[in-house]
């Protein structure tokens, strides 16, 4: 399988060198069983510390890039949208922080000559960083490492890096459960989890009875939400199911009292010109909602209602205010009673990004 | 234990257990601390041993001695008086003690231990100069007793002799208690002693209220205030009491001849004037808030990129002086400017005393010096602001935000966002609408730790205006950056046509900008607090 081979070994910490591979859209029928192979990276934070640099060997380094970033002015921007320099530069901040045994250091007061330990070799920055500008591969799988919301999360090529502006599903359902004790105490779902990130945010308020199950069809999605479940010690209150959409809840239909999901929204022919880190570099199966971005939407919004115990809550987000207007009539007029207190709700930047609604009349 | 079983059969013992308490001075700010040999607190500076077999030997002293023992009852009572409670002291103790609680008036003392109980308030001290007949009145009211050696000498009685003050390896007990004395007049003046009794006397009263309780935030902070108010004050008037004792024993150990004695006390009176050195820079920073952590801002001022460098250079130095330091340092807000430098800044310094020693830094920084952004290579002068703002420690006088107050914005967000988008920028602002004032954070990783940043440095603002608006009470406050008129200027950094950096305030100048603009901040600080401190003569 090809996921297979593009993780095969380069060098020592082979993955984090993985050339920014496009990983393919995995057709929705070939639902295989994981590969035995497929072993979630470790982010670059985590690794053990068995590199080491002069100073001025590092100083050198950072020189280097931060030269590289400035050439890139505002191009990327006016290109698609991209990153600017003071953005690479904040960037190259945090990957040299994530490279360091000890990242409180500060590097300007430490003699030249006096070594420190780092996470990975001296080369492999130089080639980490020329993928991030030149192939514009994403800083979060450079790193290997995505910050969300208090939480930091192992990402990988293969698997959607999670946006800030779905950091507010969480808050939403945090504001739910802190008043209602059987949504506290309940089932969730979180569908087509990628990293998992909803799935851990949502699990980390549940009490102390409640629990998530969370599905993807994309092998390494499920793959790295294990590893990502186990690193914040929550196998007992996640579990992830490899499949499309409700197909591996069937057992348990109408016994979740949430819902949420963040599916592939984008019109499959926008997706070529998305940024380039989007474009190039994440998995289209996370992205591609169908010809008008609806698709996956639609079937989730059939499905709902029937998964929901009554007065279970829901979640989706959107592509913005188009998909939400139609989201929310199609709920009032072709699912017959079976939502109420359907909601529009915006994100920070004042874009209208989520519909929530309860089941039942 | 032997010192405990003293303590029971000795009450005067009461009057040494104030020396054994050895505060450490300006943790996490070594640098700052001018003697390298601090000992860590809890090495008393008299072994246990020491101290009790002198205990003993003064108990045996007391009672061939009736003049001292007046003077250790004395002492007795003014450890046991609290601003509110001298006449806690016991009635059946058979020995005459005065009720008025003015103090012993040094012409009165003849070795007798009886002393007249009307002694006018006026009269008192009259003799010791302005200062002391200041005090006299102070204590009066207060009815708090001004403690003396056997014979009458009291600290301020001390400072009016004028001893000469010789190095400290001068085996000289006058030089030494000329020295302490002086400290501790330094020590009282930056507390301001007097309005510290003042307010002292005011939270007393309050707290005997009865329905103080009715509002328990209201009491706890009264009660806190109190408390440290108080062990600021007990602090420093055991360590009057521990001068004078010490005079008594090297008195007593001449008169007996006892060598042995003598250089114990003589040690002790070093060990005091080195301490009082550390104890005159830790009054410095007894503001309410000095002890807190920070946020120091930085604004550029009008003038393009030159001036935008000075702003970044300015926010550099206080990075390095607080890394120096051993504070945590942290970007919370950056603006940078087009072609180079920052239009405006945030850090959030991280330890103790941080806002007490950056509030220094409040105003207008100027800086001359030929623009290499010139071409013409021109002379060019710049401003940056600077304003500080504590981190309040006590959340209980935080000022409450309640979260539909707010409004939660994406800094530099445009275009479809979610999914189309992958971007590491997640940066937000806040906007607490009824005050219009704004916080935003772009450093951290996760938008969720954006928002708690920007949540974090909009709380110390507000908590700086609600400050400002209760100034006429809470004599303390900074400026922020929108008060700080560009007129106020601090400071002058001149890089060209000659080097040097002066401060306006204080006129204190160094020679050497580099070093200044790497950090090396402190005598600056210093020299400012205590000139701020100083001015007022008489503890006001
Ligand atoms: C936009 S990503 C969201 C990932 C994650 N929930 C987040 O918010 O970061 C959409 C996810 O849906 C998954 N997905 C796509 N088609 C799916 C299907 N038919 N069944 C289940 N999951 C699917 C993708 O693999 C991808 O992980």
Redesign the pocket.
Known sequence: MRLGLARRSLSMFPPILTRAYSVQPIS?TSISPPPASLKPQTPLFLRPPTHSATISDLLKWQKWAKTLASSVGSHFTHLDDGPDTTLLHRELNWLLQDALENPKLPLSHVGTNEVVKLRAEMEDLYVLWKQRIEERRPFQYVVGCEH?RDLVLSVEEG?????PE?ELIVDLVGGLVKENEELREGLWA??????????IGIARILGPFGSVIA????PV?VAVASYNVQRYNLQDKIEIKL???F?PLKNVKGQFVGLV?????IPSNHIRGLQAEVAKHE?R???DGGSNGMD?LL?LCHGASSMLKRGGFFAF?TNGEKQCKFLVDYMQKECDGSFCDVDIVSDFAGNKRFVTGFSGP | MQLEATNVLNPFSVVVLPTTKARSVFPGFPLLNPSASIKPSGDNPLPLQKMSSLILRRSSLLSRNPSLSRHFLTGLSSSLSKAHSHHLLPSNHGLKVLASGCHFPANNITGSSSVSVGTSKFSCGSQLGIINSLCGRLFGSQAAVEPSTSDGLTVEGILANQWTIFEESESDWKSHASAIAQSIHVIKRRLQWKSLIVRLEMLSAQLDKPDLWDDPVRAGKISREHGSLMSRMKEVKAFEQELLEHIDMIKLAREEDDADLQSESMKALLEMRRSAKEKELEAMLSGEHDSCSCFIEVQAGAGGTESMDWASMVMKMYKMWAQRHGYGVTIVDEMPGEIAGIKRATIKVDGEYAYGYAKAEVGVHRLVRCSPFDSAKRRHTSFSAVAVIPILGDTSTHVQINESDLRIDRFRAGGAGG?HVNTTESAVRITHIPTGVTASCQNERSQHQNKASAMTVLQARLDQLEMARQAQMNAQHTQSLTEISWGNQIRTYVLHPYRMVKDLRTNYEVSDPDSVLEGDIDSFILSFLSSALDKDEDYS
């Open positions: 929705r969300w698997v959607l890096i999670p946006r779905t979180d569908l087509g989890t990628g990293s998992g990130a909803l799935a599905t993807d069809l994309s999605a499949g499309s959409w197909e999901s963040n599916p592939p929204y998995p199966l996370a992205l996956d079937h987000e | 999914q």
